[in-house]
């Protein structure tokens, strides 16, 4: 029963480390899409070229989860498709934060580029931009470092708890059933143990 506990512990603190780390980085990345509108707000600002804001407003769609042109409507495909076009339209969100964290790292770097881009706003210069991209970085980076501990820590409750015959539920299980053949199912100690239930939920 020690290890079991111990393995249970373990699993329990793992997993607090993960929810804090996650919770963590759900906070950071929450406002990246609006301050991603001001910094794009700011580049039309500085008067750069018309390539430069195509090429950054593509970098800030996929940051933002949007689309070029809109999607099509069930309506509209069935239309296309009556006159005979194909109609194919492949997911453009890259919102995983693995896509973001890269998109915003491409747009850190072509606005370095831009010699007219230079706000005032201390937060959305280049700098600044750079400063928030290491945060966003190393919070995601405590997540995947938290998940190695936490899978392994599941990995040694799940042995304990669950191996067939040997695992904590299996055991109780077979416990339950030798009192209830020594004493009956009607005895006090059978009836002071025969509302616990064992599952093998993971």
Known sequence: MGTAKTAITDFNAAEAVWKTAVKARELAFEPLSKFITRVNNALKASGSSSLIDDTAMTLIRKLQGRRATPKMTDEEKKAAE???????????????????LDNFDKLIKLL????????????????????????????????????????????????????PLTGIIDISVDVKSYVKSVFGATSPQYKSISGLTFTSSK
């Open 82 to 100: 009556a006159d005979g076009k194909s109609v194919n339209e492949s997911s453009s969100s890259q919102m995983s934060y693995d896509n973001r």
């Open 112 to 163: 370095a580029t831009v010699t007219e881009y230079a706000p005032n706003e201390p937060e959305l210069s280049v700098d600044g931009l750079t400063t928030l991209y290491n945060d966003l970085i190393s919070k995601n980076h405590d997540v995947i470092t938290a998940e190695v501990p936490l899978t392994n820590a599941r990995i040694a409750r799940n042995n304990v708890l669950y191996t």
